[in-house]
């Protein structure tokens, strides 16, 4: 029986770089999904004749651009569309537009706030520098503070040394933007309340975390370090949809040699005497690989395809405590004509970007006060594209496709699981939301599929539909994700791995867990990694 | 023109330990208090004809061993018995009580809990143990810092060291947690849970589900009472008694008190402060300035930004302090009865904060600007264990409230008679009868706080206790290690290093300071 190098659980985008990067340095690779389609969150599904629908995550900005290259994702097939910016429609009929132009950009803050225009200066230059502290860590490997080994004490004086690098104000600056929130860090700025109310959502985006808790100025930052062309802290959406990331992925893989099992369930990993064999599938079937490296979050990979006699106690510990309580929901539409949203001018740019409605941080801090006591937001915020307005392959010509991101949507409904009836009144409250600013939307839908945490994790495997697989606070990050002692991508079982979103530096479309992954990979098997780029700094 | 050589604005308890500490150094000391007496906000008032009770602080629970120590102040009347007070949780079933040092023993739980509780506890106070070192010093100097502070600062990370590879672990996954996902993993019973989860956040803008939450909770254990960490009493005639001993102190070293003596400006000349110039026109000089008020009050309103950067105005303007405690005083006819609680255990402080998530929820409206329809409250009878403070058979309650955001939508004058009648219900809860027994109260909200103590955003550390102030942050960076950018004015309040309480030691890291950096 054919025993492979290594197995990968999960086609996700991380597992398939991280397979990707395997199969290149002459590994021979497996990797086995469970769904009898390929992409985990990244994927493009035509749920209705005619309309690819990017049915988890819809946009593309974070994806590393080092990895894009070196894996060839253009040349099979990648295309990253930059789009313009956005509006927020504030409740009183106006509108709050983002361009990527900076004078159109300031002369729309300008006509808001001059004081804020002024601002938004100094702001852009002080959220950049956070970022170059950060970004290049993203592509790095969390050293562990409690190793006297030497890599863990280079790393850690790399980063004394960046570090020291900086002058003391800002030293003292970096420190104190860790942990504050972005409804506070953004008083220190602005004064008007739909700019604070824009520039905070990407502060909560994905977390369980309000705009007013602790720590959200950081989650910026975690949202502002992808580049589309260089261009840093832009957005695109991905020609085809998001599956087009990982269909390029999967293609680039199989081009090296990589094999990928669609409807392989693993039922378990195979271990003996503290070692990996390989994995034991839904049917029963073995199949023997030399080392195994789990997509799956950190919860479902040891608390479900591992045994529990294999693994310490204080590590099981430490896992049931990771925190993952997912927070967010999506409503994706198929539309038989473009919506119109009568606050903004004719033909705005803007609706090629994304949409809010949230015009003030209160609203988005009550919307997650209603998710606290376990139930969806009575007025979420939501985040929406509609990426048909720059790319026609995903609907039939004049007709549309729309992703609504929906926060906060709690994993259970107080205190139960969710019903359908509680599905639905979940999407009720989003189109009526919708149709407040949209005449007629609802005459417009023609399809729409409804996402709560509980779909996220039957179809996509994300342990409480937490889409970052595991939540971005400060005891899960760095040296913490997903829990410490475990930070570097090694389990404590020998030749099983871990290169998903729970581990550093996160969620997102990103693909650097899964680099990251492969790298520790194959320095433990002591083989060259050549055809790994190292991070660059661009900003 | 008299001239001195250090003068210190503000007689609160930070203000008298500088001052103190000064004097002691062979300096000339003046102090300068705006009101009829010292003590700022840690005195005792008569609130009603026969009733007094400590106006904002009300239990003694971090008073530094080095301050008792260096302003000799047991000798100067200050007495630190009954130092084991009993914490008692009030919940819907059974109280919970917290016995000897924050609940060596409890009662109340089954045994499951109490161990659970045990182990968590003595988790808690050896984290609290790495930090309070960082407490009485100067915090590190981000600009470079001479060897000795290097070793002191390698010293404390040793003290990391020891606990161990996992605890260590532990120790840095937890630092920033919130209290309520901590609690959580360890504990089952709500009242308990309750209490810890509002200890953490009281007196600052946090629920316990906030990130960073847990830090306050660190910041309370890493307090002390004669040796005990996490000990808590009432002092002997009220924080009054704390003060006077400390004005007795002053007194001995030297230190000219000067009461209802407003300072209207610092007089800053050539980007060195000379001397203060006082309400009624006379100027004092001085080459130290020791400001121990509130810094925006300092940097604001007695320098000028005339005389600051740019950058530094909008800094002093950043920092958060906005009050979000009540203080709620009733004089009772009679010694109130809550219910469950044992007659000895009424000395205790009662925590009414039925579980985490109802702090939670209490916390909710204070972020818009309302205060809490069922607030959580922390309260005392100080007359049980000090008979002064009340006549014969009647009795004193004082408590702190959450959440009574200073911002009040509406106002203050409007808010406070719907926020008194949804306290005395709560009250009423857990003692019935209670509103019939009072003959007088005094309801002190963060706007009253503010007017009364001369405190901005009625704020009782003056600036939001959160770790991005806290350290050289503290009140903002360029300030935080007690000197400022004006040259020879140096901070020694609750807004420095390392935040408020009874503490003394903003005070005594101030006078330090000073002693370092001046002949």
Redesign the interface.
């Known amino acids: 029986m054919k025993t492979y190098d290594a197995i990968i659980i999960g086609a996700g985008h991380n597992g398939l770089v991280n397979a990707c990067y395997l199969q290149r340095a002459g590994l021979d690779v497996l990797v086995v999904e469970k769904n009898d389609w390929i992409g985990g969150a990244a994927v493009s599904r035509e749920l209705t004749p005619g309309f690819l629908y990017s049915n988890c995550s819809y946009v593309c900005s974070l994806f590393r651009p080092e990895i894009m290259r070196d894996l060839e994702l253009p040349k099979y097939g990648l295309q990253v569309i930059a789009y313009e910016g956005g509006a927020v429609l504030t409740q009183d009929g106006d509108y709050l537009a983002s361009y990527r132009d900076h004078h159109a950009h300031r002369r729309e803050y300008a006509r808001w706030s001059a004081r804020d225009a002024e601002a938004y200066e100094r702001y852009a230059r002080d959220v950049t520098r956070q970022c170059r502290f950060i970004q290049p860590l993203l592509m790095r490997t969390a050293p562990d ?2 190793s006297f080994r030497p890599r863990d004490l280079s790393e850690l004086a790399y980063l004394g040394r960046k570090f020291a690098g900086l002058s ?2 800002e ?3 970096m ?6 929130s972005i409804s ?1 860090f953004l ?2 700025y602005f004064e008007t309340d739909v700019i604070k109310a824009y520039l905070a959502l990407s502060g909560i985006i994905g977390t369980a ?1 309000g705009p ?4 959200t100025a950081y989650v910026l930052l975690h949202h502002y370090m992808g580049e589309v062309d260089g261009s840093v802290g832009a957005w695109g959406y991905a020609r085809g949809g998001m599956g087009a990331v990982t269909q390029a992925l999967a293609d680039s893989f199989r081009a090296s040699g990589g094999t990928i099992r669609t409807e392989a369930e693993v039922d378990r990993v195979l271990v003996r005497n503290g070692e990996t064999k390989g994995v034991v599938l839904a049917g029963g079937e073995e199949v023997h690989g030399r080392l195994v490296v789990s997509n799956a979050d950190v919860k479902r990979t040891f608390l479900k395809l591992v045994e529990e006699k294999e693994l310490p106690d ?1 590590f099981l510990r ?1 896992v049931r ?1 990771f ?1 993952i309580r997912g927070s967010s929901g999506k409503v994706n539409i198929a539309l038989d004509s473009m919506p119109e949203f009568p606050a903004l001018p004719k033909d705005s740019p803007c609706l090629r970007g994304d949409l809010h409605f949230t015009d003030s941080v ?1 609203r988005m ?2 919307a997650y ?1 209603d998710w ?1 006591e376990e139930r969806w937001s009575a007025d979420p915020f939501l985040d929406m594209v509609i990426p048909t307005t720059l790319d026609p392959t995903m609907a039939p010509p004049g007709k549309h496709f729309m992703s609504c991101f929906v926060q906060y949507c709690p994993p259970k409904v107080e205190g139960r699981d969710w019903t359908d009836a509680d599905r639905d009144a979940f999407a009720e409250t989003v189109i009526s939301q919708i149709a407040d600013y949209s005449p007629g939307f609802r005459d417009r839908i023609v399809h729409m599929e409804v996402r709560t945490p509980r779909e996220l994790e039957a179809e996509v495997g994300l342990t409480e539909g937490n889409i970052f697989q595991g939540e971005l ?3 899960q990050l760095l ?2 994700r997903p829990v ?2 475990y930070a570097q991508y090694r389990s404590p079982v020998k030749g099983l791995y871990m290169c998903g979103s729970s581990t550093h530096p996160g969620g997102g479309v990103m693909g650097a867990p899964g680099r990251n992954a492969a790298a520790e990979m194959l320095r433990d098997l002591k083989r060259p990694a050549g055809h790994m780029s190292e991070a660059h700094d661009v900003i | 023109m008299t001239s001195s050589d250090a003068i210190v604005i503000g007689g609160g308890h930070n203000g008298l330990v500088a001052a103190t500490l000064l004097a002691r150094s062979g300096r000339k000391v003046v102090l300068l208090e705006a009101e009829g007496e010292v003590g700022g906000a840690a005195r005792t008032h008569e609130f009603h004809p026969g009733f007094r009770v400590s106006s904002i602080a009300h239990i003694l629970n971090r008073l530094h061993p080095d301050v008792v120590k260096a302003m000799d102040l047991q000798r100067h009347g200050l007495t630190l018995e009954g130092r084991a007070m009993a914490s008692v949780a009030l919940g819907d079933a059974e109280p919970v009580v917290l016995r000897g040092a924050y609940g060596e023993m409890l009662d109340g739980v089954p045994a499951s809990e109490a161990t659970a509780w045990k182990e968590l506890r003595a988790q808690l106070i050896r984290y609290a143990g790495v930090l309070t070192p960082l407490l009485a010093r100067r915090p590190p ?3 470079g810092m001479p060897l000795s502070e290097k070793l002191a600062l390698g010293g404390i990370g040793l003290s990391l060291r020891r606990l161990g ?2 605890d ?3 120790f ?7 209290v309520s ?1 901590v609690l959580d ?1 360890h504990l089952t019973s709500d009242a308990l849970r309750g209490l810890v989860a509002f200890d953490a956040v009281l007196g600052s803008h ?1 629920g316990p ?4 939450s847990l830090v306050g909770l660190y910041y309370r254990l890493a307090g002390e009472v004669g040796g005990v960490p996490g000990g808590q009493m009432l002092p002997q005639g009220g924080m009054g008694g704390v003060v006077s001993a400390m004005a007795a102190s002053a007194a001995e070293a030297g230190v000219a008190i000067r009461t209802g003596t407003q300072v209207a400006r610092i007089l800053v000349e050539k980007g060195r402060s000379v001397g203060v110039g006082l309400a009624n026109g006379e100027e004092l000089r001085a080459a130290t300035i020791v400001s121990a008020i509130n810094p925006r009050t300092t940097f604001l309103d007695l320098v000028g930004s005339r005389d600051l950067d740019t950058g530094i105005v ?1 800094k002093v303007q ?1 920092v ?1 302090m906005k009050g979000n405690v009540a203080k709620l005083h009733l004089a009772l006819d009679r010694v109130p009865d809550f219910s469950g609680v044992a007659p000895e255990d009424h000395k205790g402080r009662l925590v009414i904060a039925p579980s985490a ?1 109802h702090v ?1 929820r209490a916390f ?1 409206p204070a ?2 600007g309302a205060f809490s329809p069922e607030p959580v409250m922390e309260i005392v009878l100080p007359s049980l264990s000090d008979a002064a403070l009340a006549p014969d058979g009647a009795c004193v309650l004082s408590a702190n409230v959450q959440f009574a955001p200073y911002a009040l939508k509406g106002g203050w004058n409007e808010g406070r008679p719907a926020f008194q009648k949804a306290i005395m219900a709560q009250l009423e809860r857990h003692a019935p009868g209670i509103g019939s027994s009072v003959i007088a109260s005094e309801l002190l909200t963060p706007a009253d706080i503010e007017t009364r103590f001369q405190m901005p955003g009625g704020h009782w550390h003056h600036g939001e206790l ?4 806290m350290l ?2 503290r009140p903002f ?2 300030a ?1 290690g007690y000197d400022t950018p004006i040259d020879g004015l140096f901070l020694a309040g609750a807004g420095s290093h390392p935040g408020g309480g009874v503490s003394g030691v903003p005070g005594m890291n101030a006078a330090r300071r000073v002693m370092a950096v001046t002949q």
């Not at chain 1, 007013?212 to 720590?215: E, F, H, K, R, V």
Request: no cysteine.
């Open positions: 503070p409690m003391a104000p030293m003292a600056e420190l104190r933007f860790w942990t504050m506070d008083d220190e975390l007013m808790s602790p720590g204080p430490r405590n925190k209160e801090e009550r006060d606290k606070t400060f005891d040296f913490n410490p002692g | 100097d981000l600009a590879r996992e260590m672990r532990d840095l996954r937890m630092l920033l947690m919130n996902d993993e946090l589900r906030s990130p960073t909008r950043n958060r998530s939670e909710n972020k818009y959160q770790p991005d102030q050289m942050s960076f360029g935080g």
